[in-house]
T-cell receptor
Framework: DVKVTQSSRYLVKRTGEKVFLECVQD?????MFWYRQDPGLGLRLIYF???????EKGDIPEGYSVSREKKERFSLILESASTNQTSMYLC??????????FGPGTRLTVT | QQQVKQSPQSLIVQKGGIPIINCAYENTAFDYFPWYQQFPGKGPALLIA?????SEKKEGRFTISFNKSAKQFSLHIMDSQPGDSATYFC?????????FGTGTRLLVSP
């Protein structure tokens, strides 16, 4: 079974803190993605990566950065967390086929 | 042009009913149309998908109908069960990325 794991299920951070969200996949997939999910807005793509050390901006990259030093790991970084970044964050991975696999999500609250 | 419009936002049906969720798109470059199912506390999981050269695809109780000329596609759930209660997302793939609809929360009452 494909497995995408995320480091935390729930996270509470203060405004201004630097936040790291970690994602690991065990299927040797080339492509990895970070989305945020908000009620009524669906899933919006923040960043994606199609290879180690490669990254591409998605639809809403402002306030976020990413890191992919190893093929299996893709990190999302909030440089200075703000309350409008309170959301559910979903990581996904995909091979060269079309199917995309999601992790369980991290619910981040910024106070 | 990169949007996928999904309706309705929420849907309540009785057990055995046939809920239908609709999606529409503009970008003719989209080449793959999956539906994802998400239960509370879980990430979305692929349910069923279709390519634009096919007008219908069935997998068990789930059917996608695809109308290329109208740029619309829909999900039908036959003989719906309470266990089908979840949020459903349509999506379309273009330029290596999936574009998601806003989701439909389905409740199947016993």
């Amino acid at each position: 079974d494909v497995k995408v794991t995320q480091s935390s299920r729930y996270l509470v951070k203060r405004t201004g803190e630097k936040v790291f969200l970690e994602c690991v996949q065990d299927m040797d997939h080339e492509n990895m993605f970070w989305y945020r999910q908000d009620p009524g807005l669906g899933l919006r793509l923040i960043y994606f990566s199609y290879d180690v050390k490669m990254k591409e901006k998605g639809d809403i990259p402002e306030g976020y950065s990413v890191s992919r030093e190893k093929k299996e790991r893709f990190s999302l970084i909030l440089e200075s967390a703000s309350t409008n970044q309170t959301s559910m964050y979903l990581c996904a991975s995909r091979s060269t086929s079309y199917e995309q696999y999601f992790g369980p999500g991290t619910r981040l609250t910024v106070t | 042009q990169q949007q996928v419009k999904q309706s309705p936002q929420s849907l309540i049906v009785q057990k055995g009913g046939i809920p239908i969720i609709n999606c529409a798109y503009e970008n003719t470059a989209f080449d793959y149309f999956p539906w994802y199912q998400q239960f509370p506390g879980k990430g979305p999981a692929l349910l069923i998908a279709i390519r634009p050269d096919v007008s219908e695809k069935k997998e068990g109780r789930f059917t996608i109908s695809f109308n290329k000329s109208a740029k619309q596609f829909s999900l039908h759930i036959m003989d719906s069960q309470p266990g089908d209660s979840a949020t459903y997302f349509c999506a379309a793939r273009g330029f290596q990325k999936l574009v998601f609809g806003t989701g439909t929360r389905l409740l199947v009452s016993p």
